[in-house]
């Protein structure tokens, strides 16, 4: 039978220093219904992108370690609590040298989808917030945005309220 040791309380005190920190090295203001902007978004992992025709933006979609887990394994309806989707969102663009290239031009905003059955109950299981422009305003006057997020979101209920479909990529062969 295996002993199980349990942590010194100095390290459980550590990791909620090194947890707290990461949240208040961002900067940024929390969205109105607390969630937190996400510390190294940029380093996660891509799931998909899009293209929106109506208001001309391109969108890639990242995951955290979570959520790229339960992309890769086809476990998304319904995706597992931890998983955060960021979509992160720039106007389009071309390039001088390829004009029929799509590109990133002007940011936009980024959005997070946060995932906690328990806690976001009333909104499918789900936390929205969006951070505007490059000097990333909290979207929304206070908490109850999120309705509208949720409102949006009711198209894809099958889908465990998320729009995106995981691109395919090949993945390594071992």
């Known amino acids: 039978m295996k002993e199980r040791k ?27 219904n607390g969630i937190e902007f996400p510390v190294g978004y940029q380093d996660w992992s891509v799931i998909a992108v899009s293209h929106r025709e109506d208001n001309k933006t391109l969108r890639v979609i ?49 959005e997070f989808m946060v995932k906690d059955a328990a806690k976001y109950k009333d909104t499918g299981g789900w936390g929205f917030a969006r951070w505007k422009g490059l000097d990333e305003k909290p979207y929304g006057k206070d908490a109850s945005f999120v309705q509208e997020c949720f409102g949006c979101h009711q198209p894809a209920r099958d889908n465990d309220y998320v729009f995106t479909r995981p691109a395919p990529m090949p993945l390594p062969r071992r």
């Open 6 to 32: 349990a942590l010194s309380p100095a390290v459980l005190f550590a990791g909620t220093l090194v947890a707290v920190s990461a949240v208040a090295d961002s900067g940024v203001p929390p969205a109105p």
């Open 62 to 110: 990242l995951g955290n370690d979570i959520a790229i887990e339960a992309a890769r394994k086809g476990k998304t309806r319904p995706w597992p609590d931890g998983a955060i989707l960021g979509k992160i969102v720039w106007k389009d663009s071309s390039l001088p040298e390829w004009k029929k290239a799509t590109a990133p031009g002007a940011f936009v905003h980024a």
